[in-house]
């Protein structure tokens, strides 16, 4: 297994180091610039365009960061490319200019994100592009389906479930992604303790990163049960995980 420990060293911004979307917004290069110039590892979600291209872009329609209607896979990255985000100068960027951009400077973590039906060839057009990247580079997913194609599509490439919840059929569920080569698990904060996450991290040795921290008693409880934290809102200083 390839040596992760990157992945624990320093706090992670989450969809960049954004200002909550009111100058700087999420998933834009702006975002990513700020948090690679601060030193901070980058979390990122990635879809799939109507021609078959990464692109960076969390939500599966397109109305709450640019104010069009529709959906992400319905139009082609030079589509959303032209779009802009939050009414700012920043457009939606592509997964290969994202890429470009950060060269290297900051560990990534790049969530990605299925949508049934529309997102064949995803993770191998997504581990194409990391193929070529010079930087350190994670891939994770909540998506079941997605993460079964790790193995297949993007060997290689460290790759994580996201996860959420404590109920024991959630739980059930996380522990049946262990059989498809995971390194690392991020799981919801608030959802800390829990048997699962216990496991990975005690008995499998695996990293636990938290998402999403924005307070003290997040930052708490990830120092507790997690190795580390996926944050916004606020700087952490990085010796309080260290």
């Known amino acids: 297994m390839a ?122 057009r997504v581990a194409e592009q990391l193929a070529l990247y010079e930087g350190q580079v994670a891939i994770m997913s909540f998506d079941h389906w997605i993460i079964r194609r790790f193995p297949l599509d993007a060997a290689g490439i460290p790759a994580g479930l996201t996860a959420y919840g404590s109920s024991e059929g959630l739980i059930e569920a996380h522990f049946s992604m262990l059989a498809h080569g995971i390194s690392f698990v991020s799981y919801e904060v608030a959802a800390l303790p829990n048997r699962f996450v216990s496991f990975v991290r005690e008995r499998l040795q695996m990293p636990v990163i938290t998402w999403t921290v924005r307070d003290e008693a997040a930052v708490s409880q990830t120092q507790a049960h997690a190795d580390q934290m996926t944050f916004e809102g606020f700087e952490p200083e990085f010796a309080a995980l260290a």
């Open 3 to 124: 040596d992760i420990s990157w992945l624990t060293h320093r706090p992670i911004a989450h969809r960049g180091l954004h200002d909550g979307n009111q100058q700087c917004w999420e998933n834009t290069l702006s975002a990513f610039e700020r948090a690679a110039h601060r030193g901070y590892a980058i979390e990122c979600d990635v879809h799939l365009s109507l021609d078959g291209i990464p692109v960076v872009f969390h939500d599966d329609g397109l109305t709450r960061l640019t104010g069009e209607d529709g959906y992400v896979w319905q139009r082609t990255a030079a589509e959303l490319q032209a779009l802009k985000v939050g009414g700012t100068h920043d457009h939606v960027p592509t997964l290969a200019e994202m890429l470009r951009l950060v060269a290297g400077r900051v560990p990534l973590v790049i969530e990605i994100k299925g949508i049934p039906g529309h997102d064949d060839g995803l993770v191998a």
